[in-house]
């Protein structure tokens, strides 16, 4: 399928943005969140880009069959490693390694992303997420797809001599959340125990009952948390 994206920006620190829930590459101009983060574009400290996601198809797809969500997932995968990352680092530099962000879905694409590639990407800034991928699929099926592509499985078993390591050295893990409507803190906190127990240095914030699972707020949040990395 035709896989379009956006770039922002002339220089700087590349950012990868998944969108949330079934939204395409062009959700975070429309709801501003591009807008939140100009100053760190139009300074050149940060080079934005986009994409499209294949949720309609996999994680949201009802009809589906929970293999064909997963095999969408790997393949997706796949498109970001061979085709996405390629041409971040052809206009970023051959050694650049990407920032992920996303807010609700978007949060576990970017989070999924980084801690498989952590070689290619240097942190994730994931917000109002869920890393549990069987809070999208039928808990009774089971198969590789499943496995490499639920964070809350695979981290609690990573004990190897490479991705270990260089999670350990990490610099810029955020997971974030509000506590208001329609977040869901608990999801977040489980990532973040999961990290802990695994000697993985990452920022858990949980922001106030007033906080919901909404624009306003991942507009607030991306700025004030790339200020950290790239201000």
């Given amino acids: 399928m035709d896989m379009p994206l956006v770039a922002y920006g002339h220089a700087?620190?590349?950012?990868?943005?998944?969108?949330?829930?079934?939204?395409?590459?062009?959700?975070?101009?429309?709801?501003?969140?591009v807008d939140a983060i100009?100053?760190?574009?139009?300074?050149?400290?940060?080079?934005?880009?986009?994409i499209n996601s294949v949720n309609k198809y996999s994680l949201l797809n009802r009809e589906s069959h929970p293999g064909w969500k997963v095999e969408m997932l790997a393949r997706y995968d796949s498109y970001i490693m061979e085709e996405v990352l390629p041409l971040i680092r052809n206009e970023c530099g051959p050694d650049a390694r990407p920032l992920t962000t996303g807010a609700?879905?978007?949060?576990?694409?970017?989070?999924?992303?980084?801690?498989?590639?952590?070689?290619?990407?240097?942190?994730?800034?994931?917000?109002?997420?869920?890393?549990?991928?069987?809070?999208?699929?039928?808990?009774?099926?089971?198969?590789?797809?499943?496995?490499?592509?639920?964070?809350?499985?695979?981290?609690k078993n990573l004990n190897d001599d490479y991705h270990l390591p260089r999670l350990r050295?990490?610099?810029?893990?955020?997971?974030?959340?509000?506590?208001?409507?329609?977040?869901?803190?608990?999801?977040?906190?489980?990532?973040?125990?999961?990290?802990?127990?695994?000697?993985?240095?990452h920022l858990l914030e949980l922001w106030g009952h007033d906080v919901a699972h909404d624009w306003p707020w991942w507009r607030k949040m991306l700025p004030h948390y790339l200020g950290r990395f790239v201000g």
Avoid: C
């Fill in 38 to 50: 100009k100053w760190f574009i139009e300074n050149g400290l940060i080079r934005a880009y986009s």
């Fill in 104 to 155: 609700s879905l978007g949060a576990f694409l970017a989070a999924n992303t980084y801690f498989k590639h952590s070689d290619n990407f240097r942190g994730t800034i994931a917000m109002s997420g869920s890393y549990d991928i069987y809070n999208y699929l039928d808990k009774g099926y089971y198969d590789d797809n499943v496995y490499f592509n639920n964070p809350a499985m695979y981290l």
């Fill in 169 to 201: 050295q990490a610099d810029s893990i955020v997971i974030v959340t509000g506590q208001g409507s329609y977040e869901a803190p608990d999801r977040s906190r489980e990532l973040s125990g999961i990290l802990h127990s695994k000697g993985i240095p």
């Fill in 12 to 33: 700087g620190y590349p950012l990868l943005m998944f969108p949330t829930a079934a939204a395409d590459y062009l959700e975070y101009e429309r709801f501003y969140l």
